[in-house]
């Protein structure tokens, strides 16, 4: 029953930094039913010692097209989809509808509670 439940469930990520990209990779791994990966920021040098999706030849690319390409080869059974995209109040609501839990791994504290 839980194995069903999770592979219906349509699953947010807010943020696909160093929470983010270690929530995603093991949500991706035990078969979540859909995934959206939401962030509007580039890989950086100084994001590989924590953020585990990300490898030397991913500087410079967007985080949520870079996880996709590496998330997709784990479990291709996963939907998925990324918005590139600065979560504001403006547009929080319209990005999370359709989801069944929204994980915040933003490291903005402000993003946080819009």
Sequence with gaps: MVKKKLKKAKVVVAGVGGLGSLVATYLVAVGVG???????????????????????????????????EKLSKLNSDV?????????????????????????????NFETSFC
């Design 34 to 68: 859909k995934l959206t990966l939401i962030d509007r920021e580039k890989v950086e040098l100084s994001n590989l010692n924590r953020q585990i999706l990300y490898q030397e030849k991913d500087v410079g690319k967007f985080k949520v097209e870079s996880a996709l």
């Design 79 to 107: 939907k998925m989809d990324g918005k590139v995209v600065e979560i504001n109040k403006e547009n929080v609501y319209s990005l999370v509808k359709n989801s069944d839990v929204v994980v915040d791994g933003m490291d």
